[in-house]
């Protein structure tokens, strides 16, 4: 076969036959959906619904698990179990009603200190001091100079009682005749210039005598001494280190508070602000000694109100003595309708929670409390109300111990186990 030949069959082979297309049943003209393609459609979409609904509920929980809710956290405290008589409790902070920060009248180095924390100090007491060595010789100076000064002054004392003598003799010899008259007034002239050389003389002796006195002022500025009878409860400085003037004034050595005379500044909500006035008894509790409890009166109301908390600071004293109670000591105060008799103070204080912490879940009180970063679910036995219905707070006959940090308001979704953190306020 030619080549030629060959050509046209592979020509051949590759041509279509159309006649095929018109006997083959597949290709019976136009085609409409059949009822099972239509059924398989609405088993997508439904799919794809269910798909939505599971994943929109796997998001939601998952988002719970992972991400931290923010809630509002109370505490669980002690009251006072005279919960008739209670107006308003606050919170609040221990302070010394007499403190001070010590520190040297002049800059130096400080080179020694006589005292450490803890220490008690009488008033006057000599608790540390400045390095002295310019101090010191400078008094010195100023005593030599002193020394200078009284000698002169015996000199010009000399002088002048020998032209007294000189004056007085020629004044004799003047009445007899055998002196003259200038010799008489070089006397009385001798006699005036000693007279002024003492004068002199005796001036610069209490010039130096008060230079004296400034060298020893400022040798005692190098001494540190104690302003009141206290407590040292800082330490500001180590021996050393320079006490240099700034803006601020000279730095501090240490801290000093009276710990005789303790008072607590409570806030006290504007809303309540009216339930208080000077003399309003009331009774402390700390955090540090739960179980002991203080009378206290309000002894102060500082005439502001705090925007930032919506409060007013009140200052109650305490009537009780303070052994083992420290400045800065976290103190919760209930204030009251009448101040408490021995009987009354005797009484064990109230377990109490914020009232709209206490939540019902499958029918029984719990509390939302936090541990590590998370919510723990604790059943509670709530006796009820405390004090005024307005309050805010319920009694626990059990439940977490004071102190115990707890969820205000939690949501319905809120489970043990979940994530959450303290929303800012």
């Known amino acids: 076969m030619s080549n ?4 046209a069959d592979e020509l051949a082979s590759l041509r279509i036959d159309r006649t095929q297309r018109r006997t083959d049943p597949r290709f019976d003209g136009p085609r409409t959906p059949s009822r099972g393609g239509a059924g398989r459609l609405v088993g997508i979409l439904v799919a794809v619904v269910a798909l939505l609904v599971v994943g929109g509920f796997v998001w939601t929980q998952g988002k719970a698990r992972v991400f931290a ?18 107006l308003l409790v606050s919170t609040g902070y221990v302070f010394a009603r007499r403190r001070a920060t010590i520190a040297p009248k002049v800059q130096g180095r400080l080179a020694k200190l006589f005292v450490d924390e803890g220490a008690l100090v009488k008033k006057d007491q000599l608790i540390g001091e400045l390095e002295s060595a310019d101090a010191l010789a400078q008094l010195a100076q100023v005593r030599a100079d002193i020394a200078s000064a009284r000698a002169r002054v015996e000199r010009a004392e000399a002088d002048r009682k020998d032209a007294e003598a000189r004056a007085a003799r020629e004044d004799d010899l003047m009445k007899r005749g055998a002196g003259t008259q200038a010799a008489v007034d070089d006397a009385r002239n001798r006699l005036l210039a000693t007279h002024a050389q ?25 001494k540190v001494r104690a302003p009141f009878d206290g407590t040292i409860t800082r330490k500001l400085a180590e021996v050393g280190e320079v006490m240099a003037f700034s803006a601020s004034g000279t730095p501090g050595i240490l801290s000093i508070a009276s710990l005789d005379d303790l008072e607590v500044q409570a806030d ?14 009331g009774e402390i509790i700390l955090d540090a ?34 052994p083992g109670v420290l400045p800065d000591m976290a103190a919760k105060v209930s204030f009251l309708t009448h101040k408490l008799d021995d009987k009354e103070l005797a009484a064990k204080p109230k377990l109490v929670a914020p009232a709209d912490a ?13 541990a590590d970063g998370r919510a723990q679910r604790v059943a509670v036995d709530v006796a009820g109300p405390v004090g005024a219905s307005d309050s805010g707070l319920v009694e626990l006959r059990a439940g977490p111990t004071t102190g115990t940090n707890v969820i205000r308001h939690p949501s319905a979704s809120l489970a043990a186990g979940l994530p959450v953190k303290e929303k800012k306020k």
């Open 358 to 370: 206490v939540v019902d879940r499958d029918g029984q009180k719990v509390l939302f409390t936090v």
């Open 268 to 281: 006290v909500a504007e809303t309540q602000f009216s339930k208080v006035k000077v003399g309003t008894p």
């Open 69 to 86: 809710e923010e809630v509002e956290l109370g505490q669980v405290t002690l009251v006072s179990p005279q919960q008739s008589d209670v």
């Open 289 to 322: 000694f739960p179980d002991r409890r203080f009378r206290g009166e309000v002894s102060e109301i500082r005439q502001m109100v705090d925007r930032a908390k919506a409060a007013v600071t009140v200052k109650v004293r305490f009537l009780d003595a303070t």
């Open 198 to 222: 003492e004068s002199a003389a005796q001036a610069e002796a209490r010039a130096a005598e008060v230079r004296q006195q400034a060298a020893q002022v400022v040798l005692e500025n190098t």
């Open 4 to 7: 030629d030949e060959r050509l």
